[in-house]
């Protein structure tokens, strides 16, 4: 049974910083994509960053320049670091996986596997 597990969520004030974790038990994580999504109340969910097996990245316009996606094989674990966090930010964070190399990294409908969520929230 494929699982991931997120952590690290918590609260902080504006200009600070989280990093996330997503602990995953799957077998052939070398060859996943993976991505960290996130939703604030009322709003759909949005993709934030991906990462591919071959370690190419994309981010949502958002947080480029102050988010940072990076996986560890070994471990089978993906992290997200967030730095200059803003109030705008405040959201539940999922983490998502999928075989293979996805051509769209951040849209959702292409990820099979999902956490249960870590909430990051934000105060000014």
């Known amino acids: 049974q494929v699982q991931l597990v997120e952590s690290g969520g918590g609260s902080v004030q504006t200009g600070g910083s989280l990093r996330l974790s997503c602990a995953t038990s799957l077998y052939t994580y070398s060859t996943y994509s993976m991505a960290w999504f996130r939703q604030a109340p009322g709003k759909e969910r949005e993709g934030v960053a991906g990462?591919?097996?071959?370690?190419?990245?994309t981010y949502a316009d958002p947080v480029k320049g102050r988010f940072t996606i990076s996986r560890d094989n070994a471990k089978q674990t993906l992290y997200l670091q967030m730095n200059s966090l803003k109030p705008e930010d405040t959201a539940m964070y999922y983490c998502?996986?999928?075989?293979?190399?996805?051509?769209?990294?951040?849209?959702?409908?292409?990820?099979?596997?999902w956490g249960q969520g870590t909430q990051v929230t934000v105060s000014s």
């Open positions: 990462i591919r097996f071959d370690g190419s990245t």
């Open positions: 998502a996986a999928d075989r293979g190399r996805l051509f769209r990294l951040l849209v959702s409908s292409d990820y099979n596997y």
